[in-house]
């Protein structure tokens, strides 16, 4: 069953409660003929750490908020969240969505791990967003993952903002890349969901000889694969082939 403005699939997405970023980018990341219609996972907890475990605790209920549309995957927007609870509570919550829902399940994080895959690699440097715990708890995750984690860059956080990361600009995003850059690894990573990546990663794939994938890419990717029943290519992603011309529409 199809519905109008998804003729060749429809992503059940869900979204942190109080980010700005993940609908937007994956709106323009999307190729024509997929849509997505977005669910939020909320939590009433008093810091992000216990927020992100909480929404894996609720991920399942949050699910309800597609009702009957016709969904044909379930996309977690997060991957704060996976850090936290680990890859074998993520596997058992996901196999738990995708036994009651009938759709594969999957999340930012474990997007991720099928696209280096795909790229065979191995060694990764991270752009983390993430105060410093966060950082090192993604770290731990990457390597329960078989990944080597070779290098880490971490953004300035403003505190004075909304939200230190959600608020956070391409640039700063750019940034991190460039300390990254004569890292000898297989890919660079931008980590999360909140921070903007797109413009930053269509620069660094033109200049980087290593691929530059982000968080959101993979989702976005990810959920194309699992709809058409074969992985994506990859490499036309990265230098944005089908979503260049969309995101300077969507900035002019």
């Not at 956070?168 to 990254?180: E, H, I, N, R, V």
Request: glycine share 6%.
């Amino acid at each position: 069953m199809s519905v109008e403005y998804a003729p060749k699939g429809l992503i059940g997405l869900l979204t942190p409660q109080a980010n700005t970023t993940v609908e937007p980018e994956h709106f323009i990341l999307l190729p024509a003929g997929y849509a997505h219609i977005n669910g939020r996972l909320m939590s009433d907890k008093s810091t992000i750490e216990s927020r992100l475990v909480d929404y894996v605790d609720r991920l399942e209920d949050a699910c309800d908020q597609f009702a009957n549309a016709p969904i044909q995957a379930v996309s977690v927007g997060c991957t704060g969240a996976s850090y936290l609870v680990g890859r074998e509570r993520e596997k058992e919550v996901l196999a738990n969505i995708e036994r009651k829902r009938g759709v594969p399940a999957f999340t930012a994080a474990t997007a991720v791990v099928a696209a280096l895959a795909q790229l065979g690699a191995r060694r990764v440097a991270l752009a983390s967003p993430y105060p410093d715990s966060l950082t090192a708890a993604s770290k731990t995750y990457w390597e329960s993952q078989g990944f080597k984690v070779s290098r880490i860059a971490s953004a300035p956080m403003d505190t004075t903002q909304f939200h230190p990361i959600y608020s956070m600009k391409a640039g700063t995003a750019g940034k991190l890349l460039d300390d990254l850059a004569s890292d000898d690894t297989d890919a660079i990573l931008m980590l999360g969901t909140g921070m903007p990546t797109l413009e930053p990663l269509l620069i660094a794939n033109e200049q980087s000889r290593v691929p530059v994938l982000s968080c959101m890419l993979c989702l976005a990717w990810m959920g194309v694969s699992v709809i058409d029943g074969q992985p994506a290519p990859l490499r036309p992603w990265l230098t944005g082939a089908h979503w260049r011309e969309r995101l300077a529409r969507q900035q002019a």
